[in-house]
């Protein structure tokens, strides 16, 4: 498909700096073949002047709407655009200034209904956002579930950079209302749908994730609870490596209860640092990876990072099971503020 426009999506919530920084990004694009709708999901902080402050250089449109949540949001933004393709990007992203040439070049080359990128952290991010960007991109972590497939057909993209046609959004009407685990869903129905998907592994994006340990505990919680509500709608899709964070979650919880019974009978410190060694190591494993990466601060954040991802999404993940497949209650939902608040 030759001169394939791109319209950008974009849903915003409150976060007017955010919104800047993308926006200037996109201005330094070296390919010009899109548009921007920027759409405003009910936000106490509105960014109309720093939208018209970009107008004169990027074709871009600016809606407000009362809040429904990112996925009804990006619903919003597409019904309003007329590209040939549908890009999505959260509101903490910058672009690099050659992704929109990479995307079109590789969708001309060879053509799908849907795309995924991966996602990266610039030198000038914090060492928190360092380390939650390792936390969700190492293969430790995620066991490369996060784009590490190239397969044309069955890779999973995610709404911080994806992108499908207008066919696809025609088919599909788009986003469900589900509040967390939007993207997965969508991409389930796409796949469903006998469409295809691929990773463009070089149209990457920055991905600032402005948050600290205590909103991405709740974040990814909620991801946890997700996965089980997208059981319940998509026979088949809960796979093995999905149970792996609740598995870690008590497999520590287990080392931990017997070191301390051990401590009580052995009356030693051998025994308790046996039962805790599994843990010890892991962490070793994931400081020594980081710090390999990332410089040493960020290698002893990476490790609570981590911890705090595998344990907040075993514990949503259990939660769920519970509360949706043993009491059969229907979806779960864990904190259902805005996670992008």
Not at 53 to 63: A, E, G, M, T, V
Not at 161 to 178: D, H, I, L, Q
Not at 327 to 337: A, N, Y
């Amino acid at each position: 498909m030759d001169n394939l426009k791109l319209s950008i999506v974009i849903p915003l919530y409150n976060r007017p700096d955010e919104i800047d920084e993308l926006l200037d990004s996109l201005e330094k694009q070296t390919s010009n073949n899109f548009d921007v709708i920027v759409v405003e999901d009910g936000s106490d902080k509105p960014s109309k002047d720093i939208i018209e402050n970009h107008s004169n250089k990027l074709d871009i449109k600016y809606f407000f709407k009362q809040n429904t949540g990112p996925g009804l949001t990006r619903n919003y933004g597409a019904e309003r655009s007329d590209g040939d393709y549908i890009v999505f990007f959260d509101s903490d992203c910058i672009i690099p200034p050659d992704y929109i040439k990479i995307v079109t070049e590789s969708l001309e080359k060879e053509y799908v209904d849907a795309y995924g990128g991966p996602d990266a952290a610039l030198p000038t991010f914090t060492p928190v956002q360092k380390a939650i960007s390792y936390a969700m991109t190492s293969i430790l972590s995620t066991g490369g579930i996060r784009g590490a497939s190239e397969k044309a057909g069955k890779f999973h993209p995610r709404s911080f950079n994806m992108g499908f046609s207008r066919k696809v959004f025609e088919a599909t009407s788009g986003f469900s209302n589900m509040r967390f685990g939007e993207d997965i869903d969508m991409t389930l129905r796409i796949l469903e749908q006998g469409f295809t998907t691929k990773l463009i592994k070089d149209a990457f994006v920055y991905h600032k994730r402005r948050t600290d340990f205590k909103k991405f505990f709740k974040q990814i919680f909620n991801s946890g609870c997700a996965r089980i509500n997208l059981k319940l709608r998509h026979k088949g899709s809960l796979k093995l490596i999905h149970t792996f964070p609740s598995l870690f979650l008590l497999g520590n919880i287990f080392c931990i209860l017997a070191a301390v019974v051990s401590a009580l009978i052995f009356k030693n410190i051998a025994a308790p640092l046996i039962c805790v060694s599994p843990l010890v190591l892991f962490a070793l494993m994931v400081f020594v990876d980081s710090v390999r990466q990332n410089g040493f601060k960020v290698g002893l954040l990476s490790v609570i990072a981590v911890y705090v991802q595998l344990s907040a999404y075993g514990l949503g993940f259990l939660k769920a099971v519970w509360h949706g497949l043993i009491r059969k209650k229907g979806d779960t939902f864990g904190f259902v503020r805005n996670f992008y608040k």
